[in-house]
């Protein structure tokens, strides 16, 4: 027994001891394999899944260091069983192999026959399947390589794809190095991603990740697909790319709803390709419009159900996946690991801070408390009706006046997710609301004005909770979100993580309404960012509006 911060449980459970002097070293340990579930003040409580252990296998990590790691923290002795299972869960990834053959195309290949036998009992995919060449092989039906993959990880025997890519149709792509130069661990991610063939890159808000993006086109100097979560991150990747690359401007095109350009280099937002026409998903024939050699897959948390189901059918394109967190809130996690590819290359939050590329930041959770006739109608409504009641409560909204009042010498965001509750505080603080109906050509005049100080609040709804550069903002004041979203907390954290020119701190305030499930919500929206190492401080409304 020693006095390690840890507690390794059998149930898979680690309970971290936040109090401990080693907790912050143990939390960094551990956060490449295990996943956060709970954060309350003194023991926070992560979980050891088999897709975290995979990820961390196909990253490079094996099981001698994660159970190294468990024993160097842990104040107990561990379960003999428990290491028995990290170590065979670890093993299973890579003991089946899809590879090209030269007579017979997709392979199935393993030196388990046990395991070969197991799986091709599965309904699902025997008929993926075709014959078999011996004990160690079986032949795959062209098209089913990405379907394959799928449905081995539900069995929970996740394939390695080794079976290699098409190079896609040349195009010369470099950096341009003039006045910048390329972060180490921006050029080890795409290093890390280029070595694997496809798979996710996963890096802070604000830690340059179009830049990842750009050095492996550099890597790949093909014609590469972009896509986007809407037409302002369309338009400020093209600005990159013509400020990072030698890349010019006809080289580079914009598809989505107001155009329709493909170039060697198309950006396409995600809205434009899964939208129905007659039933069909039109435009998804994108991906056939050219011989592409790269698709890149921006904010890969947000990918929707139906690009998912086109992307099993191209596995044989390089595919790059960027995210600031692999946390999906509809559990697709693992579709992600089998179609884009598995994690390569991750570097902690605080990390990144350390080295001075994104702000250092202050979360604060104030707490309001609802007013009586609230609270009577919190009490009596509908449970789907309950958290806008909390969410939109007259006194978060005084309590985010008093806020952005306080902080008028900053540049302020006010984020939230009622139109109602934003037209209110737009017009009470007499500044811009950007929402969903805000015309693009709108949106990109306010958010120039807001980066040039000429405007130093704004009101936005969940329009711009992604792919927005934004680099002199410095608070966010957070009135509602999507109920208990972690995604979106870090994706609005990281609004504010750009580095300041004079070196200032950011500071995230979170508005929650105490003993309501806002609070509930509120508790699980911190969960992924307590992971990387932010601690909220809880503060009563009070100490705000009294000020």
Not at 12 to 24: A, M
Not at 164 to 172: I, N
Not at 248 to 259: A, R, T, W
Request: aromatic share 8%; hydrophobic share 40%.
């Amino acid at each position: 027994m020693s006095d390690g911060p840890l507690i390794v449980q059998s149930d898979k459970t680690l309970l971290l001891d936040v109090d401990h002097i080693l907790s912050d070293e143990c939390r960094k340990a551990i956060a490449s394999f295990a996943e956060l579930e709970k954060s309350p003040e003194h023991i926070h409580t992560y979980r050891l899944t088999n897709l975290g252990l995979w990820n961390a296998r196909a990253s490079g990590l094996d099981a001698e260091a994660v159970i190294d790691t468990l024993l160097k923290y842990s104040r107990f002795a561990i379960s003999h069983s428990l290491l028995i299972d990290i170590a065979e869960t670890m093993s299973r990834y890579g003991r089946l192999r899809l590879e090209s053959h030269p007579v017979h195309g997709l392979v199935l290949v393993s030196n388990d026959p046990a395991v070969l036998a197991e799986i091709t009992r599965g309904k699902k995919i025997a008929p993926m399947l075709g014959l078999k060449l011996d004990e160690e092989t079986i032949i795959v039906h062209p098209g089913q390589r990405g379907f394959l993959k799928q449905a081995l990880l539900k069995l929970g025997w996740p394939a390695e794809d080794f079976a290699g890519y098409v190079d896609g149709e040349a195009h010369e792509i470099s950096l341009i190095q003039n006045n910048w130069q390329i972060r180490r661990y921006q050029e080890m991610a795409a290093e890390g991603f280029w070595h694997g063939g496809s798979g996710v890159v996963v890096l802070p808000c604000g830690a340059g990740k179009t830049i990842v993006g750009a050095a492996s086109m550099a890597l790949a100097k093909a014609t590469t697909l972009i896509l986007v979560t809407n037409t302002v991150a369309a338009r400020q990747w093209k600005e990159e790319l013509i400020k990072r690359t030698n890349l010019n401007e006809d080289e580079i095109g914009e598809y989505s709803g107001s155009k329709k350009e493909i170039r060697p280099i198309t950006i396409a937002t995600y809205q434009v390709l899964t939208t129905k026409k007659k039933g069909f998903y039109a435009h998804l024939e994108l991906f056939d419009a050219i011989d592409w050699g790269l698709i890149i897959y921006d904010e890969v948390h947000l990918l929707p159900a139906p690009i998912f189901r086109f992307t099993a059918d191209i596995q044989s394109r390089r595919r790059l996946g960027l995210t600031a967190t692999l946390v999906r809130e509809d559990g697709l996690e693992g579709d992600v690991f089998s179609l884009i590819g598995p994690k390569r290359f991750d570097v902690p939050w605080k990390e990144i801070e350390a080295q001075g590329y994104i702000a250092p930041a202050d979360c604060v959770e104030v707490r309001v408390t609802l007013t009586e006739e609230e609270r009577m109608r919190y009490a009596t409504a509908e449970q789907e009706d309950k958290y806008r009641i909390a969410a939109t409560t007259k006194t978060k909204e005084s309590v985010a006046i008093a806020l952005a009042q306080k902080h008028s010498s900053d540049q302020v965001l006010i984020i939230g997710q009622y139109l109602e509750q934003l037209d209110s505080l737009g017009e009470a603080l007499k500044v811009p609301v950007i929402k969903g109906s805000t015309p693009n050509s709108e949106r990109e005049k306010l958010f120039n004005l807001y980066r040039q100080g000429e405007i130093n609040c704004l009101v936005v709804s969940k329009v711009a909770n992604f792919s927005i550069d934004l680099p002199e903002a410095t608070i966010a004041i957070q009135v509602s979100g999507t109920f208990g979203s972690r995604q979106e907390e870090a994706q609005r954290l990281g609004r504010i993580l750009r580095p300041k020119a004079d070196g200032r701190s950011a500071r995230f305030y979170s508005i929650v309404s105490r003993d309501t499930n806002d609070q509930d919500f509120a508790a699980n929206r911190q969960r992924f960012l307590a992971e990387q190492g932010y601690a909220y401080q809880i503060i009563d409304a009070d100490q705000i509006i009294s000020k």
